[in-house]
């Protein structure tokens, strides 16, 4: 633990890190994939697994040659028109993300939970949630992800090793697919869904030091990697080609289908998603925490720290509630930050570590 010094340790870099991707990832990934068959399915995600590694291999080189804080470094070698414009380009992706989790977390609670309540109410009060956690700072969300994780994760590890128990091995007959140009594009695709490990750099002054930021990098995003790849192929097994294809939700149907003696535990759908439901608070609060983080590295600089949180946050809300629903919100998020701000921040991540490269190469 620590207190008031601005410093994380690794355990809650690492935390923040899963609660902020595995819900997103297990319910966005199989929007990408389409109706594509079960081998094409997790061929595609290999290869964005693949890609995620490489890409988190880039971003930990990159973390060891910053000293201060990532905006200065690229000032130092790029000149500050780029940090700003690097900022930028990490905002839109941050804010479309916001945008996407907003409409999830709406989504998915009308469906299962409340489903005669209005979106938009939903909606306010989810970015409500995340605003207060962000307010905080970074150790307040550390913090509440060290209370939240175990309430979470283990408990959808628990449920997925109990739904792995009712798999049936036929399903996994899917027809026979080669690696195709296809799947690959479905994969990179894919990626997107990992593509916010980059404002990791960000966050390097915050953690211990850098070698315990690097390795909380790492295991978090291989808890993520590992536990969407065993997810979909339990949900293969459990549902088949068919079922997986059919299913909108697929990975909430694997959860609330899990069966446990008890009265009470009959209730998995509910149970399950209020647990979902509670990673989304925490992978809003660090959306609201990169806004107001990078609004002021943009606008403020250090000075008014609420003002730098509230009027994206509000934007960002506005947004979510007048974007029709939760399909065009999947459609934003595979555009722009698919398409435009993740490979832009991809090329100018290469950028660095190809000057890094060359200014070693001339010492």
């Not at 435009?340 to 991809?346: D, E, G, M, S």
Request: hydrophobic share 55%; net charge positive; with cysteine.
């Amino acid at each position: 633990m620590f207190g008031g010094n601005q410093k994380i340790s690794g355990r809650q870099l690492e935390r923040l890190l899963v609660l902020d991707g595995v819900g997103k990832a297990g319910l966005l990934l199989p929007r990408f994939a389409g109706r594509v068959s079960g081998r094409t399915f997790l061929l595609s995600l290999l290869t964005a697994v693949f890609l995620t590694l490489g890409y988190t291999w880039c971003i930990a080189r990159l973390s060891r040659k910053i000293e201060n804080d990532f905006y200065s470094y690229v000032c130092f070698r790029l000149g500050r028109p780029t940090a700003v414009f690097l900022c930028f380009l990490y905002w839109m992706y941050t804010f479309v993300n916001v945008l996407f989790l907003l409409r999830l977390f709406a989504a998915i609670a009308v469906t299962f939970v409340l489903p005669e309540t209005p979106e938009w109410i939903l909606i306010v009060i989810a970015s409500l949630t995340g605003i207060y956690a962000a307010s905080g700072g970074l150790e307040v969300r550390a913090r509440f992800s060290e209370v939240i994780y175990p309430f979470v994760v283990y408990p959808l590890i628990l449920l997925l090793i109990l739904a792995a128990a009712a798999l049936h091995p036929e399903a996994f007959q899917t027809k026979a697919e080669p690696l195709s140009w296809d799947a690959a594009c479905r994969g990179a695709q894919m990626f997107t869904a990992f593509g916010g490990i980059g404002l990791f750099l960000y966050l390097i002054p915050f953690a211990e030091n850098q070698k315990t930021g690097e390795r909380a990098l790492f295991r978090g995003i291989g808890k993520i990697l590992a536990g969407e790849f065993f997810l979909f192929l339990i949900i293969l097994g459990t549902f088949g080609e068919q079922g997986m294809k059919a299913l909108p939700w697929p990975f909430i149907s694997l959860m609330s289908s899990v069966e446990i003696r008890g009265v009470f535990l009959q209730r998995w759908d509910v149970i399950f998603t209020v647990l979902l439901l509670g990673s989304f608070f925490a992978a809003l609060a660090t959306g609201m925490y990169y806004l107001g983080f990078l609004t002021g590295k943009i606008f403020f600089g250090n000075r008014n720290r609420k003002l730098r949180l509230f009027w994206p946050a509000a934007v960002v809300t506005a947004a979510a509630c007048v974007c029709r629903d939760y399909q065009t919100a999947v459609k934003i998020y595979t555009l722009l930050n698919g398409s435009v701000f993740l490979p832009a921040a991809i090329f100018f991540t290469i950028l660095l570590l190809i000057l890094e490269h060359v200014r070693e190469g001339r010492q």
